[in-house]
């Protein structure tokens, strides 16, 4: 098989693997005072650490999470409801082009009675920031935008945001689940006050995550109340095993991420290049620069792209059409829409995604059979 799907999800490290494997037997509580729950403990906080190393941060900084739309979840609910209740702050700003996390999460605050504000992008899948200027409000109690889109690899000018949002002294998060690991994240420079990261996106397991939340920030209100763990910012018993996974996806990115970033973008711009001098009539969706190397969406004009993706299927080679949170979805691509195209357009759109384990012969392959899949397809429409 050839997984180019590494967007929605990626492989085990081989040494993450092993690393669990060593330590399965770790299964102390690690809030438990005896010997075994100290040693679980030593693992955990290991892993904060390693971690914290890598974003540049205070471990005390690090709070596990379940995944990225956990780390979403908790400060979207917290900053724009707990916190804005004593200051009447009830004014969020986000984009259109959002996870489906915090989409969704908006949708719910509405109901509250909490005022979103959706900036637009252009073409390429830039905001604006000039944009986000104008619509911030005294009412204004976080700015919440993606640090690059999981669709389109579109990577966001995130510092000139969060300068915006300083000289109005308002908090900003980035949703950062899709650029950790892919381009360089100095948590020391970049003064975003929260951010959301997920294992399984850097060879991590699932189930596992962070939300960074800058020391001396407001106290935010958990999503998930009860004991103490994390700081008591996150209840429960803590996911050792996915933690120390997580742990060691980080030192193994600290050790491959810059060659492997290298790799990727040229295996990218390869299967870029051949689709472009060997296809006709598609569409590079995204900026051609400011992008993920990894990441490569084309709209392959007047054939429906899950009809791609299934014949694609058949010959060994796994993409995606979009979010894998959207799945089953009858509705074009949001992302793919607000870059104003139309909906056949949209409809037609495919993500290649790339990872460590993709090799030239990989890109090779992919686009001999999208040739054959392409041509298959367009003959049984009635526009070519």
């Given at each position: 098989m050839i997984y180019l799907d590494n967007n929605a999800t990626t492989p085990l490290h081989p040494e993450v693997k092993k690393k669990i494997i060593e330590t399965l037997d770790y299964y102390g509580n690690p809030s438990s005072a005896h010997q075994l729950g100290r040693e679980t403990r030593n693992l955990l906080e290991t892993s904060r650490a390693e971690i914290a190393s890598f974003l540049n941060c205070d471990p005390e900084e690090i709070i596990f999470t379940a995944g990225g739309s956990e780390a979403n979840n908790t400060i979207l609910k917290s900053v724009a409801t707990c916190c804005h209740v004593s200051s009447h702050r009830n004014h969020v700003i986000t984009t259109n082009i959002e996870h489906p996390s915090v989409l969704n999460t908006m949708k719910c605050l509405e109901d509250q009675n909490v005022e979103v504000t959706y900036l637009d992008i252009d073409q390429y899948g830039i905001v604006n920031p000039e944009e986000l200027r104008k619509a911030i409000k005294p009412e204004t109690s976080l700015i919440s935008i993606?640090?690059?889109?999981?669709e389109i690899g579109t990577i966001q000018p995130i510092e000139e945001l969060v300068a915006i949002a300083k000289e109005k002294n308002i908090p900003f998060h980035t949703d950062a689940v899709q650029a950790i690991g892919k381009i360089p994240i100095d948590l020391a420079k970049l003064p975003v006050d929260y951010l959301s990261l997920s294992g399984h996106k850097i060879y991590a397991p699932k189930g596992i995550g962070v939300l960074f939340k800058r020391r001396g920030t407001k106290k935010i209100c958990p999503l998930i109340s009860g004991g103490h763990q994390e700081n008591s910012m996150?209840?429960?018993?803590?996911n050792i095993i996915g933690i120390i996974g997580l742990g060691e996806a980080f030192r193994q990115l600290r050790m491959e991420m810059q060659d492997e970033v290298n790799r990727m973008e040229y295996l990218r711009n390869k299967l870029e290049k051949g689709i472009i001098e060997n296809?006709?009539?598609?569409?590079?969706?995204?900026?051609?620069?400011?992008?993920?190397?990894?990441?490569?969406?084309?709209?392959f004009n007047n054939i429906e792209g899950e009809s791609i993706l299934l014949r694609l299927d058949l010959?060994?080679?796994?993409?995606?059409?979009?979010s894998a949170c959207s799945t089953g979805s009858l509705e074009p691509s949001h992302v793919i829409m607000a870059l104003k195209v139309d909906p056949e357009v949209a409809h037609s759109s495919v993500r290649f995604s790339l990872g460590r384990e993709n090799t030239e012969a990989d890109i090779d392959k992919t686009l001999e059979s999208l040739n054959e899949v392409v041509s298959f397809l367009r003959k049984l429409s009635p526009v070519f």
């Open positions: 993606m640090y690059a889109n999981n996150r209840a429960g018993t803590e296809i006709p009539n598609v569409r590079i969706n995204g900026h051609p620069d400011k992008r993920l190397p990894s990441t490569l969406n084309v709209s010959y060994g080679i796994t993409v995606s059409t979009g």
